[in-house]
């Protein structure tokens, strides 16, 4: 299996697939993932990639695996990113 690419990989390719130099394309990313921390509260959205939002979770019980007991887990936020349908079809698309 192929590694996943570096930061630096990522960069190389994109400046290469714009036109542009590595720092340009390093300045863009950083944008970017500004953007997407800035914008995770409303929902940010990369078209064809998908979706940046914040999710409540509910208060629950569960259980300490190593003793048993019962534990309350506090209700919390979290960040999830929902992917694109475009993305999904494009990685792994559906059969028919």
Known sequence: MAKAMTKTQILAKLAECVGITKKQA??????????????AKDGFTLPGLGKLVIVARKARTGR????????????????????????????????K
Do not use: H
Not at 30 to 38: G, R, W
Not at 68 to 90: C, H, N, Q, T, Y
């Open 26 to 39: 390093g300045e863009a990313l950083a944008c970017l993932v500004d953007m997407a921390y800035k914008g």
């Open 64 to 95: 300490n695996p190593a003793t048993g007991a019962s534990i309350k887990i506090p209700a919390k936020k979290v960040l999830k990113f929902r992917i694109a349908k475009a993305a999904k079809e494009a990685i792994s698309p559906t059969k």
